[in-house]
């Protein structure tokens, strides 16, 4: 689905409302990377869930800032989005899925984890004084 101005207007109220964000997202820079977006939309056509796909290199792909609506929370919006995600990124040929969460985002680990993503390491975030864990899934292995 090709996204319009009012989906890019949700997608970045909806990222800068539940994620603490260094930098705001607008309409603009979700638009610059529209292709990049996964979405669930609501019955009236609202986006309700997105998650961002980016390739990093030719065997990494990250999964960004996967969001669900605080009133659609336990819907099985964030376990969809990331299913979508993974299937995305091995489409494209990915090796290795990673991703970044703030220490304190329980939900996201626990996520994450379940879909047999391994924590790496953690590093400060100066701008936002948050600690940020990464994790990481690899798809393709060496036999």
């Given at each position: 689905?090709?996204?319009?101005n009012?989906h890019?207007?949700?997608?970045?109220?909806?990222?800068?409302?539940?994620?603490?964000l260094?930098?705001?997202?607008?309409?603009?820079?979700?638009?610059?990377?529209?292709?990049?977006?996964?979405?669930?939309?609501?019955?009236?056509?609202?986006?309700?869930?997105?998650?961002?796909?980016?390739?990093v290199?030719?065997?990494?792909?990250?999964i960004?800032?996967?969001?669900?609506?605080?009133?659609?929370?336990?819907?099985?919006?964030?376990?969809?989005?990331?299913?979508?995600?993974?299937?995305?990124?091995?489409?494209?040929?990915?090796?290795?899925l990673?991703?970044?969460?703030?220490?304190?985002?329980?939900?996201?680990?626990t996520?994450?984890?379940?879909?047999?993503?391994?924590?790496?390491?953690?590093?400060?975030?100066?701008?936002?004084?948050?600690?940020?864990?990464?994790?990481?899934?690899?798809?393709?292995?060496?036999?």
């Open positions: 689905m090709t996204l319009t009012a890019a207007d949700q997608i970045a109220t909806l990222l800068n409302e539940r994620n603490q260094t930098q705001k997202l607008t309409r603009k820079s979700v638009l610059d990377h529209a292709d990049s977006y996964i979405c669930r939309f609501s019955d009236a056509n609202e986006v309700v869930a997105c998650v961002q796909v980016k390739s290199q030719w065997y990494q792909t990250e960004l800032h996967l969001t669900v609506a605080e009133f659609q929370t336990r819907k099985g919006y964030a376990k969809w989005l990331l299913c979508e995600a993974e299937r995305v990124a091995r489409t494209k040929g990915a090796r290795l990673q991703c970044t969460i703030r220490e304190s985002n329980i939900g996201s680990r996520l994450f984890e379940s879909f047999g993503f391994l924590y790496i390491n953690t590093f400060n975030n100066p701008s936002s004084g948050n600690n940020v864990m990464i994790f990481q899934k690899v798809l393709l292995c060496v036999q």
